[in-house]
Every structure is written in structure tokens, then in C-alpha cells.
């Protein structure tokens, strides 16, 4: 959350000649509701299943880049699809720095009490908490770009470089 996926993915995708998925937005022109309103109406539990069944579908093609949610990640099920289908990409960016970039969204349902935005203090305490409970899967990621100083090109560089390291090619011969 808060870490660029949604400004970085579709750039990277473009700069790598593949596709883009927002797997949020996918969820929400499957509901046919906003993230938001899904939370409010069938809870976390009902989001989080139907986050799986996105994202095993998307997982099935090749050459995409896939922006997560932030607690994607931390469903050890999403994990295991995602290190089988592809590279994880973890743009790392700090508690502070997190803060920042989201203190005035109202469109983070983990992050709002009802229709009530958090105080300045809760809403950090939300975020360190958020972090200290996903850090261990976002760590298993396979690429580790810290963003809280890079532009974003830099980072789409970076990723770039990176992933064409880790492709591998389909035949050597």
C-alpha cells in the first residue's frame, strides 16, 4: 500500500512489452463494485476469495506484470501461486514514507473506521502494523527495490534489469 504498484506496473509493463493487471481493479469489474464497497458489504473474508480466484486465473498467463494489493501477498495460498507462476517484485517502502503517500486517500478500507478517517496518530499506528505483519512475505519477494528515495524511473529501470536477468531463455540451442 502506498508503495507505487499501480504508478510503477503499468509503466514497467509498457517498457517490457507486456501486459498490465491491476488485480484490484480486475476485482472490482468482476464485483461490479469499488474495493471499498466490497469490504463494507461482504467483508474481508468474501474480498480476500475472490482476490485468490483473480489471481489464479491472471496467474495462468505469461509476460504480465500484476499489481497486488497491499495483503495479497500475506495469504500463504496467493504466495505459493505467485512464486509458482512468476518473479515477485517487492517495491519496499517504509512506514514513514507510506504515511505519507496515503494520509489523505479515502479509498484504503484498512485504513478508515466506517466512513471515519483514522487520526494522524492511529493511521501510523495502522500502518506500522500492516507492516510488521507482511514484512516476512513481502521479504520472500525475488526482486527488492527500495522506493522511498528512487524516482520512478529509476525503479522501472531497475525492475527492468533486473527481471531480464532472472528470464531465462526458452532454449539454449
Request: hydrophobic share 35%; glycine share 8%.
Amino acid at each position: 500500500m502506498g508503495a507505487g504498484k499501480s504508478t510503477i506496473g503499468p509503466i514497467l509493463a509498457n517498457t517490457l512489452g507486456w501486459d498490465y493487471y491491476d488485480l484490484d481493479k480486475v476485482i472490482e469489474e468482476k464485483i461490479g463494485k469499488k474495493i471499498k464497497q466490497i469490504f463494507d458489504d461482504e467483508g474481508e473474508k468474501f474480498f480476500r476469495e475472490t482476490e485468490r480466484e483473480v489471481l489464479t486465473e491472471l496467474s495462468k498467463g505469461e509476460n504480465l506484470i500484476i499489481a497486488l494489493g497491499g495483503g495479497t501477498i500475506a495469504n500463504p495460498s496467493n504466495l505459493k501461486i505467485l512464486k509458482y507462476s512468476g518473479d515477485i517484485v517487492y517495491l519496499k517502502v517504509s512506514p514513514e514514507e507510506i504515511f505519507k503517500r496515503v494520509a489523505f486517500k479515502k479509498d484504503r478500507p484498512l485504513l478508515n473506521q466506517g466512513d471515519q478517517k483514522f487520526s494522524s496518530e492511529l493511521l501510523k499506528e495502522k500502518i506500522h502494523q500492516l507492516y510488521v505483519e507482511r514484512i516476512k512475505f513481502y521479504e520472500q519477494a525475488d526482486i527488492i527495490i527500495d522506493t522511498d528515495y528512487s524516482t520512478v524511473g529509476q525503479t522501472v529501470d531497475e525492475i527492468s534489469k533486473l527481471i531480464y536477468k532472472l528470464k531465462k531463455p526458452e532454449h539454449p540451442f
